[in-house]
T-cell receptor, first 113, second 114 residues
Framework: AQSVTQLGSHVSVSEGALVLLRCNYS??????LFWYVQYPNQGLQLLLKYTTGATLVKGINGFEAEFKKSETSFHLTKPSAHMSDAAEYFCAVIYTGGFKTIFGAGTRLFVKA | EPEVTQTPSHQVTQMGQEVILRCVPI?????FYWYRQILGQKVEFLVSFYNNEISEKSEIFDDQFSVERPDGSNFTLKIRSTKLEDSAMYFCASTLGQANSPLHFGNGTRLTVT
């Protein structure tokens, strides 16, 4: 079945440290890839997306993600975490031929002072 | 920036009752969706809607669920006879429709079934 996997339901980093949130998809044909962020009591909002072209994509709030076809991955990174980055992050995909967005289970990011 | 709006923000209902969750998608968007998020769990696809009909639905979207676009702006999700396990956050989303279009989400309706 088509799915997307996020490794680690919780990630904790210190303020100023590197953020790395992992995402892998399950398809031989690369899907469209997205990262969404969800702050408490809010809906999801788009951080960034990869469709075609440059494999390193930059998003809002200093986040970026790199599409690696050989690893079927789309990990999210930020060089220096800020307290305001604490939220739930969802990797999502749209597989070829479809319009339905499939979400990973989410990773909750904690940022320690 | 245009946004998706959902009402109410919180709905409490008794088991067996009907509820209608309302959404106003972004005006020029063509595809509309409902997703569900049970507390602490993943965001699950329920249904997609295009050109006044359901284009895809999940196993969760059984006969108890229905969607409607009664006019040019609203998009509703009806649950005919609510169950305890329907308690969740329900998110409406819309897109322009291209395959690589990101979803624009509302802030959700928290449904509590007692």
């Amino acid at each position: 079945a088509q799915s997307v996997t996020q490794l680690g339901s919780h990630v904790s980093v210190s303020e100023g440290a590197l953020v790395l949130l992992r995402c892998n998809y399950s398809s031989s044909v690369p899907p469209y890839l997205f990262w969404y962020v969800q702050y408490p009591n809010q809906g999801l909002q788009l951080l960034l997306k990869y469709t075609t072209g440059a494999t390193l994509v930059k998003g809002i709030n200093g986040f970026e993600a790199e599409f690696k076809k050989s690893e079927t991955s789309f990990h999210l990174t930020k060089p220096s975490a800020h307290m305001s980055d604490a939220a739930e992050y969802f990797c999502a995909v749209i597989y070829t031929g479809g319009f339905k967005t499939i979400f990973g289970a989410g990773t909750r990011l904690f940022v320690k002072a | 920036e245009p946004e998706v709006t959902q009402t109410p923000s919180h709905q409490v209902t008794q088991m067996g009752q009907e509820v209608i969750l309302r959404c106003v998608p972004i005006s020029n968007h063509l595809y509309f969706y409902w997703y569900r998020q049970i507390l602490g769990q993943k965001v699950e696809f329920l249904v997609s809607f295009y050109n006044n009909e359901i284009s895809e639905k999940s196993e969760i979207f059984d006969d108890q669920f229905s969607v409607e676009r009664p006019d040019g702006s609203n998009f509703t999700l009806k649950i005919r006879s609510t169950k305890l396990e329907d308690s969740a956050m329900y998110f409406c989303a819309s897109t322009l429709g291209q395959a690589n279009s990101p979803l624009h989400f509302g802030n959700g309706t928290r449904l509590t079934v007692t």
